[in-house]
């Protein structure tokens, strides 16, 4: 009997435990949440310092735009390196730092200009812009710790065979578990294999990118339109290259319509199928780039009525509205997984 | 007269408020539905709660989307009302 109780006690005792340690890393991950959310405020704050007066729009548009410098936080700056093509220079590589000053105004370097991100010649003669950006450099990131997570991924999996998974591995392995039975296969059907590592490399980049996204300093790199753009330009090849023949027949010759419909609905199916990307496109850059949009907003709210009692409410709100946005990250990428490949599905499916 | 309105920023601002205010009816209007829908769904089959969520989850945000379009609908017109 007082083995019993003493073991129930021991029991009991680690379970006390357990709940301090959850305790302890709701608390940490709380402060962690509050400290980035200052950062955000430190830097808006000494960006109203300058100017008279406070411009949100301006700040705001600055945050989710792109840029050739990196400006981690207020004063902590990157520059990035430009790579310029013109007919009579030819190739150019130089850094951005030398199109500021020590004011940190913007001035000529070597015949261009850099004006409001936009660089130009001097003379008039068109350039083509190949620079290192902002976005460019976290595309670069995003994919860096994707080839990191997932060669180990596949390393522990050639591994650990017959197995269970191990690290890293048993981290992911779930989550592209439940893209190939919930997502994939359901939508595309039998022949979903040779669609798996696009979609699972979709899904990844833009959930890993919106996750990076949400780090203070870091780009809105998947709030971008032109990001968002070429993956709805992929999605667009793969839909309409995989088309069989029940895909365009449904197109150009639409069963069950008189034919004096024909030169109505025809119009209507093939904007249907330019208007799928655009749709995938504008969702997944609308939805990143509000977010920024609105937490910006809020943590402004602090420097318009000048008080830190609205700061502190702001910052109760907008760490609560990151924690959302954690959310739609996942979201977003899920959906565009999930519309990539119910398109897919309905490009390659057979006769019915 | 009608030029003179026309050409005063000021209303796009305003403008840009109302955008947001009605962006947020038709938003309230459509989760409100989602989620109302997803309740009885739940109370008449509470075997399939876990799904039913996530496909709450995920038509919530696709109608969320809309709302975003207002809000950068109505920061474009913002910026560009302050900006003239």
Redesign the interface.
Known sequence: MSGYIEKSGYIENMRANEYTNTYKNLIYSVLICLLSVFNIQETVASDGGETEKF?I??M??HHIKDSHVWEITHGVVIHLPIILYSAPDGLVVFSSENFFNEGHQEVPYMGYVLEHEHISRQDGVSVLDFSITKNVLFIFIDAFIMLFVFLAVAKGYRKNIGKAPKGIQSLFEPIIIFIRDEVVKPSIGEKYQRYLPYLLTLFFFIWFGNLIGLVPGAANMTGNIAVTCVLAIATFFITNLSGKKTYWSHIFNTPGVPWWLRPIILPVEIIGVLTKPVSLM??LF??I???H??VLSLISLTFIFHSWMVGFGSTVIVTLITIIEL??AT??A??FT?FTSLYIGMAVEEHH | MLLSILMDMSFAVMGAGIGAGLVAIGAGIGIGQIGGSAMEAMARQPEAFAKIQTAMLIIAALVEVIALFGVVVCFLIYTAGTAA
């Open positions: 411009n729009g301006e705001i548009n504008v969702r609308v939805s780039t509000a977010g949009i609105v959310l739609v979201i977003q899920y959906v999930m």
